[in-house]
């Protein structure tokens, strides 16, 4: 046996590309929306999501024993704590256990994770299903979705954020206030959706905003300044953002819950060599979803978190949490409207649509529950 400590954890103050919502005007079905006038912010933190800090525990992260014969894998991942149960299921030993031997490699973004995976310097990936994947998927790439990675709960953990002064001021005091004003997501792509699906509940679509690209960090730094007008920040950053008195939530929850943005992705390849070693991996990701899903708050599941994302334990703990599959079920038709919504967009770079389900190999969750049923 011999004790490891592999991850890449560079200090790292970004979230990712976190996700994606519906265009009702171009006629995808699937959620329903409303496009009532929103009420006014109450220009303070979200209650529910932002208790007052306070000393956190701060546990000892066991060492983990790696059998000498485990097989190696490689996984990119962007250090936000949507991934926490890729990061929870490797520092308690979980993938350990299933006889592998996992290198976590760090990446600043996702843009590179569905090329990295193609071309198999990443076994494994986990990151948003955007245009990047289903571009490489239509030049037949040879990268295959085997899990899910996180949804949305409600409220929602990537909110429609505005500046605290334009609350007080009243100068923006609904959705609807936003038509043809400066609003910032992260990346092209996947925020876009989310961000469509907020604005229509107040009558609006992406097209009747001007739309900006801003990291998270960035745009909260932005709309203290004014330079943009309301933004879509990811948590942790968006209870911080609150804590701050910087930004306050314009929109809470929105009706995009009954989506999977990101997903579990891996190289054809070595899918086919490891079909074992595969399960085994998704085996130790659910069971670390679960234990996530029964008490995220955990001291030690926090200082996980904190060890990947340099975020600090009581912000992860009252920031709202992502929502994970404990059963590993992928939702084919939310995959369909994501697909949609960048054609539409004008973001793919083929003509005809893909089958998202001939994109889709269940088998390594099926095999996990088995195992994690034995």
Known sequence: MRTRRRASLPVFQRCLIVTVALVLAIGIPGLSLTSAQTPAPACAPLASATPAPGAMPAPVIPAVEVPENAIPVTMGYVPVSIYAPVFV?????????????????????????????????????????????????????????????????????TPLMISKVACESGSIASVADLRGKRVAVNAPGATELWLDTALRTGGLAIGDVDLQFLSFPDAVV?????????????????????????????????????????????????LAD??????????????????????????LNLAIIEKYTQVPPALIAGSVKPVYSTDGAID????????????????????????????????????ANQLLGE
């Open 89 to 157: 299921a490797f520092e308690k030993g979980y993938f350990a256990e299933r006889g592998l031997d996992v290198t976590l490699e760090s990446l600043a973004g996702g843009s590179d994770m569905v090329l990295l995976t193609a071309t198999g310097d990443f076994d494994l990936g986990i990151g948003g299903i955007g245009p990047a994947y289903w571009n490489a998927a239509s030049q037949g790439l040879g990268v295959r979705i085997i899990a899910p990675g996180h949804a949305e709960g409600s409220p929602v953990a």
């Open 222 to 270: 932005a709309l203290e300044s004014g330079a943009i007008d309301a933004a879509m920040i990811g948590e942790p950053l968006a209870t911080k953002a609150e804590q701050d008195g910087f930004a306050v939530r314009l929109l809470a929850d929105f009706p995009v819950q009954d989506i999977q943005p990101t997903m579990i992705f891996g190289n054809g390849q070595w």
């Open 274 to 299: 490891n079909p074992e070693a595969a399960a085994g991996f998704i085996a130790a990701y659910l069971r670390a979803a679960r234990d996530l899903t029964e008490n995220f708050n955990d001291p």
């Open 332 to 367: 084919v038709a939310g995959i369909a409207l994501l697909q949609t919504f960048f054609r539409n967009r004008g973001q793919l770079d083929y003509d005809e649509d893909l089958d998202p389900a001939s994109l889709v190999d269940t088998q390594y969750v099926d095999r």
